[in-house]
């Protein structure tokens, strides 16, 4: 259960700036999924957590009538890197947890873990599954920018070649699987066939359960 809000000194940031291609178009985030959007799924489980929650976008007219704060990349390319990067950069916190707009079963005890890891000389607590980073599930702090931006103006986009530059602590499967045993956080709804699959499955339950 949460224990408070902004006990870390830390802000959400939903990613929504796709241009959802592999989804014909469909805006991922308003995509229901057990009678929800993903986005106001999101939005229940990172509420108990943080007053302060932001959405990244291209397209601030489409969440306009939502009740947080909008804003758009600085830099122009379309990257998730870039994304992470405007997040920071709006941020009034020094941490900033960040989460893809269609993931609509993030745990509640994924994030406590997530948030009990920040410490002010870490830089990023990230997640890492079969030996891969999962950061887009993952908090940074504002510090992260620098590298960020020395990246992004040499239009490298893979989010993780800044990690050496910086103080990882890394989450390991074990203390992940720990809390989320099927790892429900990760999975995507990044295609239609992947739709299709949750809601065959029956993966249209409330993302606390």
């Given at each position: 259960?949460?224990?408070?809000?902004?006990?870390?000194?830390?802000?959400?940031?939903?990613?929504?700036?796709?241009?959802?291609t592999r989804?014909?178009?469909?805006?991922k985030?308003?995509?229901?999924?057990?009678?929800?959007?993903i986005?106001?799924?999101?939005?229940?489980?990172?509420?108990?957590?943080?007053?302060?929650?932001?959405?990244?976008?291209?397209?601030?007219?489409?969440?306009?009538?939502l009740?947080?704060?909008v804003?758009?990349?600085?830099?122009?390319?379309?990257?998730?890197?870039?994304?992470?990067?405007?997040?920071?950069?709006?941020?009034?916190t020094d941490?900033?947890?960040?989460?893809?707009?269609?993931?609509p079963?993030?745990?509640?005890?994924?994030?406590?873990?997530?948030?009990?890891a920040?410490e002010?000389?870490?830089?990023?607590?990230?997640?890492r599954i079969?030996?891969y980073y999962?950061?887009?599930c993952?908090?940074?702090?504002?510090?992260?920018i620098?590298?960020?931006?020395?990246?992004?103006?040499?239009?490298?986009?893979?989010?993780?070649?800044?990690f050496?530059e910086?103080?990882?602590?890394?989450?390991?499967?074990?203390?992940?699987?720990a809390?989320?045993?099927?790892?429900?956080?990760?999975?995507?709804?990044?295609?239609?066939?992947?739709?299709?699959?949750?809601?065959?499955?029956?993966c249209?339950?409330?993302?606390?359960?």
């Amino acid at each position: 259960m949460p224990s408070g809000r902004d006990n870390t000194n830390c802000s959400a940031v939903i990613l929504a700036g796709g241009l959802n291609t592999r989804m014909g178009g469909r805006n991922k985030a308003f995509i229901e999924i057990g009678g929800q959007t993903i986005l106001d799924r999101l939005l229940g489980t990172l509420t108990p957590f943080f007053t302060r929650i932001l959405l990244v976008t291209r397209q601030p007219e489409l969440y306009a009538v939502l009740p947080l704060r909008v804003v758009q990349d600085v830099y122009t390319a379309r990257s998730s890197l870039t994304g992470i990067h405007a997040g920071l950069t709006h941020i009034e916190t020094d941490h900033a947890l960040m989460l893809p707009c269609d993931a609509p079963f993030v745990q509640p005890a994924l994030i406590r873990l997530l948030l009990d890891a920040v410490e002010p000389g870490i830089d990023a607590v990230v997640p890492r599954i079969g030996g891969y980073y999962e950061p887009l599930c993952a908090v940074y702090s504002r510090r992260c920018i620098a590298p960020i931006e020395a990246q992004l103006e040499n239009s490298v986009y893979k989010i993780t070649r800044f990690f050496d530059e910086i103080r990882v602590r890394t989450l390991s499967e074990e203390q992940i699987r720990a809390v989320d045993p099927d790892l429900r956080s990760f999975l995507n709804v990044n295609n239609a066939d992947a739709l299709q699959a949750i809601l065959a499955q029956g993966c249209d339950r409330g993302s606390g359960e």
